[in-house]
């Protein structure tokens, strides 16, 4: 065992020098520095036939924490407020006083109601444009209970979108590795860091988790399977049974990981041939294979341009870890690194823009982006201690990565600009190998 986790491990990290460049060109960055909106939240009222009051202000309280997940959002308290604290029935004659909120700095106004379902309760809510008084969404959720939560952060991602044109992400969640159970399992988180729960319990070492397109699957790299590594999925959406992927494929070769093509159809994973790791394709159960690499070098770490045309991998063909590109048929492989002696892990945001990846610098590493004619090449985190495993939020705004700069290893996020850095894990043991899944309605 031990052999064959140092083999995947040589496969996946090399060790070399990095030096800086003293000048590098601009970085263009569609998120601001600071906040541009503000929003004010009433306290929803409560119109069941047994009102629970607190439940429309714990509401408020997790559609402003989720509102404020957004870095381009700002939520006003409630003590600033003007106009009243709970709104009014949104069927009332007259809307609200915009002039009430304009005047403490609001642009946005969320009013709503909770009121009993026939399997639950179902929250209906509007959005206004106060500064031209002009309601921009009604809409509304249906759950449980215990969905209270959920539904805030769908709110909350809902004022993100009629404002900027895109949604918000406080309704994503995150998968990663953590060992808090004295084995390396998969657990999901929300984007925020709330609702930790395992994934796997399989006792086994596991890692590289990754999201399929529409949410439903999250792919991984165990250990369980004879041994050696090969990868498995984790369903809840009912489509795929979960448990080991390529099965027509032989069981003797190692299977270091696997990622999902944008369409969801196919696996791009690595495997090993003849002791040297090289990309593949096929589908899910391992029919119609595609070998895209054939190098005595290692190949490794794939990643998908965002319409599925394109390819990012690691290779050290030319001597040390670096990018390359290629066509997703493996065709026309092009070096993208050329600063730094040691740059993996690449990840493409989902606009197509950047890809994201890590660098070492002296004897850590850092988070850099570049562009995909790498034309624009740059740090978006440095610490003296290591931030690795870079993974893009679905509105390309922010990226998650695992950092040992608190001496264990935790998941944070941080804006493409470099700020609004969060820690997301607090827990024992080491947290790694974040993804960041798809956005809730993919699902």
Not at 365 to 390: K, L, Y
Request: charged share 25%; net charge positive; proline share 7%.
């Amino acid at each position: 065992m031990r052999s064959v986790c140092s083999l995947a491990l040589a496969a996946l990290v090399l060790a070399a020098a990095f030096a800086r460049a003293e000048e590098r060109p601009p970085i263009w960055v569609t998120d601001p520095g600071e906040r541009e909106y503000k929003a004010a939240i009433q306290r929803f009222s409560d119109r069941r036939a047994v009102p629970q009051l607190a439940d429309g202000t714990s509401l408020r309280g997790d559609i402003r924490e989720s509102v404020d997940f957004s870095p381009l959002f700002e939520s006003l308290d409630p003590k600033a407020f003007l106009g009243p604290d709970e709104s009014q029935a949104l069927d009332a004659p007259q809307p609200p006083v915009c002039s009430q909120w304009s005047d403490i700095g609001a642009d946005a106004l969320v009013e709503g109601e909770i009121r009993s379902g026939s399997q639950g309760v179902v929250v209906e809510f509007r959005i206004w444009d106060v500064a031209r008084c002009r309601g921009l969404l009604r809409k509304r959720y249906f759950g449980a209970q215990a969905d209270l939560p959920i539904i805030a952060r769908r709110i909350a991602d809902d004022v993100v979108r009629e404002f900027t044109g895109a949604s918000g992400v406080s309704s994503t969640e995150i998968a990663f590795i953590s060992d808090r159970s004295g084995r390396k399992e998969v657990y999901v988180m929300n984007s925020d860091g709330t609702g930790v729960r395992a994934a796997t319990r399989n006792r086994s070492i596991n890692a590289f988790p990754g999201w399929a397109p529409n949410g439903d699957e999250v792919v991984y790299t165990s250990y369980r399977h004879g041994g050696q590594p090969t990868l498995f999925t984790i369903s809840r959406g009912g489509r795929r049974k979960p448990g080991r992927l390529l099965t027509r494929i032989n069981g003797k070769s190692p299977i270091y990981r696997g990622v999902f093509t944008p369409d969801g159809k196919r696996l791009a994973f690595v495997m090993s041939v003849d002791g040297a790791p090289e990309i593949f394709t096929s589908r899910p159960d391992g029919r119609s294979r595609r070998r895209l690499t054939e190098h005595s070098a290692i190949d490794i770490s794939p990643s998908y341009s965002p319409d599925g045309s394109r390819m990012a991998f690691v290779s050290d063909r030319s001597g040390s870890p670096q990018l390359y590109l290629m066509d997703a048929d493996g065709n026309n492989p092009r070096r993208l690194t050329f600063q730094g002696a040691y740059n993996t892990g690449p990840a493409w945001s989902p606009d197509g823009r950047w890809i994201a990846y890590e660098s070492r610098v002296g004897a850590q590493f850092d988070v850099w982006i570049i562009d995909p004619e790498g034309q624009v090449n740059e740090p978006i985190v440095t610490h003296p201690r290591s931030d690795e495993s870079p993974s893009w939020a679905p509105d390309g705004r922010s990226l998650a990565f695992s950092s040992n700069r608190r001496g264990t290893a935790d998941i944070y996020t941080i804006g493409l600009d470099g700020r609004n850095l969060r820690r997301l894990t607090a827990s024992s043991g080491n947290n790694t190998s974040p993804a960041w899944g798809p956005f809730p309605g993919k699902r």
